[in-house]
Each structure stands twice: as C-alpha cells, then as structure tokens.
C-alpha cells in the first residue's frame, strides 16, 4: 500500500530542516547536498521547488512568518505598549541564533547575486518585520519600523562580532524609554 503523505507539512519539513543545512553550509551550498542533508533524493527537492534559489526563498520566507507569529502569540491584546515592546525585545534576544543566521545568509545571497535582491526577498523579509513591528507596537509610520529594525540588525552584528560588548537587555530597555518618549 502506497505510503500517504501531506505534502504541505512534508513541504514545512524540508524548510525547516534545510534553514539548518543553509545555516551551517551557506548559501552555496548545492542542491546534491541539500538533499544529501535532507535525506532525499534530488528529484524530491524538484518536486516540490524548482531549484535551491526557489528553495532558498521559500525557506527564508517560511522561517521569518514562524517568527513574526510567534511574536502575535506571545503578546496579549490588552497589553501596554511598553510591554508589547518588552516582549518583542525578549523573543529576538532568546531566539538570537534565528535572527544571525537568516541575517548573515540574506547577506551571503545579496553578495552572491552582484549585490542585487534578485528575488526581492530581502525587501519582503524586512516588509514582514517592519509590519509586525509597526502593528504591535502602534507605530505612526515606516520610520519608525525601520528603526528598531536596524537597532535588531545592530544588536545581532554587535553579539556576533563582540559578543563580551553585547549589552542587549539594557539597549532595548534604553531604546524602549526613547520610543515611549516620543510618543
């Protein structure tokens, strides 16, 4: 009897394992070795993506929407502003491993593709975080976003590069005091 399978949670499944294999391998890494990792055959991996750059984008995309809904569950309606951004600061700080390893690949794809986002998907990765936070945390406008989300990219450089300089409670309780100010 044939094996049945839901190919839309065995699809979830070779995203979320090849996330590691990218993560730990790169973006060069070949389709042979990502279905070597996967431990599927290569006709697998083109059943369901039409090559490693439409799995790459497919599986950085799934990665950052498991974020920014984790992100919705843990913050409760009825909660202040100041403890959405509390949380939000949180989350990013416990799941730091996530964040540096999509930021460092999305930038290993811009340099492999001539500095160009081929796919866009760099754009909507960003979209996808700037609109959870500016959602969340009632911003006005883009800039705002677009901000804390350079202060995130800051933080995981800073903790990668100088990990004994990484203040980050601190800096986001700071930058929480000045977002609150402005307001």
Do not use: C
């Amino acid at each position: 009897m044939p094996k049945i399978v839901n190919h839309e949670t065995y699809k979830e499944e070779l995203l979320e394992k090849g996330f590691d294999l990218f993560a730990n391998k790169g973006y060069t890494i070949t389709i042979r070795e990502l279905a070597s990792g996967l431990g599927v055959s290569t006709g697998t991996l083109y059943h369901y993506f039409s090559g490693k750059e439409d799995m790459f984008r497919e599986t950085m995309e799934h990665i950052a929407k498991k974020h920014v809904g984790n992100i919705k569950n843990q913050i409760q309606p009825d909660w202040s502003t100041e403890d959405r951004a509390r949380a939000i600061f949180i989350y990013v700080n416990m799941n730091d491993d996530y964040f540096k390893n999509i930021l460092f690949l999305l930038i290993e794809y811009y340099k492999q593709n001539g500095g160009v986002d081929t796919d866009g998907i760099i754009s909507k990765i960003a979209g996808l975080i700037r609109k959870i936070l500016q959602e969340q945390l009632n911003f006005q406008n883009e800039t705002e976003s677009t901000t804390l989300l350079s202060f995130f990219i800051g933080h995981i450089l800073q903790k990668k590069l100088d990990p004994m300089g990484s203040v980050y409670p601190m800096q986001g309780l700071e930058l929480i005091k000045i977002f609150m100010a402005i307001k």
